[in-house]
């Protein structure tokens, strides 16, 4: 499974990629996460992005693009992944389609966490709060001014995503204000109806091939598939990759933003 969470700072993209990992075993590549840890170690994608980062403005696509790409290629992430903060741009989104498409793999969802802003700001004033009470030290985007110049790059840079996945059938918007437990079932719910119109397309291709070959079913015979080589249908959710048939009708699109997106 590969899912994208979306959502504002502070919507809890993070609190619900964690359960998503605990739950389905998928791990979390959080481009938050792996920019500290580029600042951290000193790396030339690190020393490039503290300043844009302490800022509140987004670090630019292709530094971005190159650790998830390199991220994407390691081991733990083949059987599936959540993207929490990737992509936050039109162009990382359309280099996400690339790097995915040359691999043949697809996406299986995008879970919009919608919030209200006004709400956001007091979320976040809390979270600075409870750090400091925890004694821990503060990140330095942790201040409210930032965090409204972080509110505004997602409205100016990462929300036009929504209608991007929108438009690719893959966008599933759940009330993010709700409790924690009520967030993750309506996104466990999620998954699990955007998994069932894929097994279907998967079923008819299968059946399609099936006519076609000279050794298909024989005269009289339903038109099934034959359990052996039936996809199974997912686990509450949870599917490892799309059919041949799938994957090949996701991938076409993706001819013409080899075009549009080059690789730096
Ligand atoms: P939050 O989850 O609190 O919104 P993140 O930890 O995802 O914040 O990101 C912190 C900062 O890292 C962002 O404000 C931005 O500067 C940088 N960053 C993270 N992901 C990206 C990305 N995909 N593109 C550009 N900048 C990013």
């Known amino acids: 499974m590969r899912l994208i969470l979306l959502g504002p700072p502070g919507a809890g993209k993070g609190t619900q990629a964690q359960r998503l990992?605990?739950?389905?075993?998928?791990?979390?590549?959080?481009?938050?996460?792996?920019?500290r840890a580029a600042v951290k170690a000193g790396t030339p994608v690190g020393v490039r992005a503290k300043d844009i980062m302490a800022r509140g403005e987004l670090v630019p696509d292709d530094a971005v693009v190159e650790i998830v790409a390199d991220r994407i290629e390691r081991s733990d992430a083949r059987n599936g992944f959540i993207l929490d903060g990737f992509p936050r741009t039109v162009p990382q989104a359309q280099a996400l389609d690339r790097i995915l498409a040359e691999?043949?793999?697809?996406?299986d969802a995008v879970i919009e966490l919608k919030v209200d802003e006004g709400i956001l700001l007091d979320r976040i004033k809390r979270r600075i709060e409870e750090t400091k009470a925890r004694g821990e030290r503060l990140r330095a985007d942790d201040d409210p001014a930032v965090l409204l110049r972080r509110l505004i790059a997602y409205r100016e840079q990462t929300a036009p995503l929504i209608a991007y996945y929108l438009q690719r059938r893959v966008l599933h918007t759940v009330d993010g204000m709700a409790p924690v437990d009520t967030v993750a079932d309506a996104i466990s719910d999620k998954l699990r109806r955007a998994a069932a119109p894929v097994a279907?397309?998967?079923r008819k291709a299968s059946v399609r091939m099936e006519k076609k070959?000279?050794?298909g079913p024989r005269k009289g015979s339903k038109p099934e598939i034959r359990k052996k080589s039936s996809p199974k249908a997912p686990k509450a959710g949870i599917r490892k990759s799309r059919g041949g048939a799938a994957r090949?009708?996701?991938?076409?699109?993706n001819k013409r933003v080899r075009r549009l997106t080059k690789r730096r």
Request: net charge neutral.
């Open 21 to 35: 990992v605990d739950e389905h075993g998928l791990v979390q590549l959080s481009t938050g996460d792996m920019l």
């Open 103 to 107: 691999k043949g793999l697809a996406l």
């Open 248 to 253: 090949r009708a996701s991938a076409r699109p």
């Open 213 to 215: 070959t000279a050794m």
């Open 200 to 202: 279907a397309t998967a």
